[in-house]
Structure formats: C-alpha cells, structure tokens
C-alpha cells in the first residue's frame, strides 16, 4: 500500500460530490469536511504531526498553510488553531495569527495560552490596552493549575513592564 494512501480522499466520496445536494446536506447536518471525507482521527493526527514538524523546522509559512488545511478539515481542534496562530505570528502576520487566536479561545474556552500569544500580537501591534486585557485573561485562566505555572508567571512580568 502507498503510504500517501489513507491521506487520499476515498473514492466513494468523490462519487458522492458530484451530487450538488450532498455537500449542502452534510454541512446543514453539523459535519466537518473530516468526517464528510471519511479522514481518521489517526490521520489527522499524522496531518497534525506533519504540520507540527515543519513548525519545529521553523518552517512558518508551510506550518501555516498545513494548519488553515486542518483547521478546515476540522475547526473544532483547539491544536489546529493555536498551531495557525503560532505560526502566523512567527510570520509576523499578527492580524492573522489574533484571528486564529479568537478561534482557539472559542474550542478551549479555559485556555491561557491563546490569550497569551494574542497579548503579544497586541504589544507589537501597539495596542497596549488590548495587550493588558489579554496578559490579564491568560493570568486569570491559567489559575492555580501547575501546567500553566510559566505562562501565568510570564504573563505577570509582562503586565508589570507593559503598566510601567
């Protein structure tokens, strides 16, 4: 079997896109284009892996674009976006990266690290005010949990030098 195989949109579903109504009736239906072409959770996360990778290679544009492709196959993966995000921001694309950003907020609504890295697009974009909010909510969500010890200490230190 070909490697790039499972990574193939099955044939019986390109059979079904020729129908104009199926599209249409899977969507109205709540499905994600992941499960409208039959992709695995195991291949996503070798999709995600693959994304990753080129991020650790600092590969920014092309972690950028594997992550719009799985945020599109799936937008309920807070991973997919806070991928986007980083990348976009390394890109200095800082607008870009805020909107992935919002949406990663939106599948991990607990979350402090989106609501760090948007505090850090703010402060390079001059936006102090919106910068303090967002140091202010990764401070706020990331609580007493010890996993998030370094981004609340971070965001801490931030926010001293920003109210300076």
Known sequence: ?????????????????????????????????QEILGYTHATMDKFYHAAYNLFQQQRYEEASDAFVFLTTLNPRVHNYWLGLGMSEQLNQEFDTALMAYS????????????????????????????????FELAVQFSGTNERHATIKSNAQAALSRLRR
């Open 1 to 33: 079997m070909d490697h790039l195989e499972e990574f193939r949109i099955p044939k019986e579903t390109l059979e079904k896109f020729k129908d104009p109504l199926f599209l249409q009736k899977q969507v109205q239906a709540g499905k994600s284009f």
């Open 103 to 134: 949406m990663a907020t939106l599948t991990d609504e607990t979350s402090p690290v989106p609501h760090y890295h948007s505090a850090a697009c703010y402060n390079e974009l001059k936006d102090i005010k919106s910068a303090l909010a967002s």
